[in-house]
């Protein structure tokens, strides 16, 4: 394209293909959404069951749909991020705040501080949790029942079960257990949000998260 704009009348042409460019970039853009909404072709979605839930040992309740975005991860988009929250109110409450559809904001997952666990959107979907477009995208939602002031609301129980939930998560998607890819919201670019805050112990976190793997990873293969 560049090569052929050389020359004479060249003006002219850098013009037109420079708007031809334009229109080239935007059907490749077309193309990239039809490849995202291929699923949504009849008998090409993952099959989709109410009450299915993504993780073993979690419980479900459906969050408004106002308050996530179908997709068909990770054909779609590629999961490689962990996002961890803290709730600031009791889990009863957010669960009822990610059922209301003018909430406009929901998370895969809710972590009560006696370690029962909510889920309320697939991982198929994207949860609007990040307050980040791309983030959201690319990873999974983990809210913490408590306050991040409060740090006797992090309990063993809740650390226990929530690293359960991310070394699932990070198995069955391959993502690396290391502050790069298991976050904090106050860690997203551009993140208004502080939690999950200073009383978060992330060295017990990650070391918790990388134990549930290695004892829940199939062995090695010898050779
Ligand atoms: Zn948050």
């Known amino acids: 394209m560049t090569e052929k704009a050389k020359g004479g009348g060249r003006t002219r042409r850098a013009v037109l293909f420079g708007g031809l460019g334009a229109l080239a970039v935007g059907a490749l853009a077309a193309q990239d959404e039809i490849r995202r909404a291929w699923w949504l072709l009849p008998g090409v979605s993952k099959p989709r069951k109410e009450g299915d839930v993504d993780s073993p040992g979690v419980s479900w309740t459906a969050a408004s749909p106002a308050n996530w975005r179908l997709a068909d991860r990770p054909d779609d988009y590629r999961v490689d991020r962990i996002v961890v929250h803290v709730t600031q109110g009791d889990f009863a409450s957010s669960?009822?705040?990610f059922q209301n559809p003018f909430h406009k904001a929901s998370a895969h997952y809710i972590v009560r501080q006696d370690g029962h666990v909510e889920?309320?959107?697939r991982e198929l979907d994207i949860a609007?949790?990040?307050g980040n477009r791309s983030m959201n995208e690319r990873s999974v939602g983990i809210e913490h029942e408590g306050f991040i002031d409060r740090p006797q609301d992090f309990t063993d129980a809740l650390y226990?079960?929530?690293a359960r939930l991310a070394a699932d998560i990070c198995r069955r998607y391959g993502?690396?257990?290391d502050r790069q890819h298991v976050l904090g919201?106050?860690?997203?670019p551009g993140a208004d949000h502080?939690?999950?805050g200073p009383h978060w112990d992330w060295?017990?976190?990650l070391r918790m998260v990388r134990e549930e793997l290695a004892r829940t990873a199939p062995p090695a293969k010898a050779g």
């Open 95 to 97: 669960v009822g705040a």
């Open 128 to 130: 609007f949790h990040a």
């Open 119 to 121: 889920q309320m959107v």
């Open 160 to 162: 226990a079960a929530s």
């Open 194 to 196: 502080t939690d999950p």
């Open 185 to 188: 919201h106050s860690e997203v």
């Open 203 to 205: 060295d017990r976190y």
């Open 175 to 177: 993502i690396p257990v």
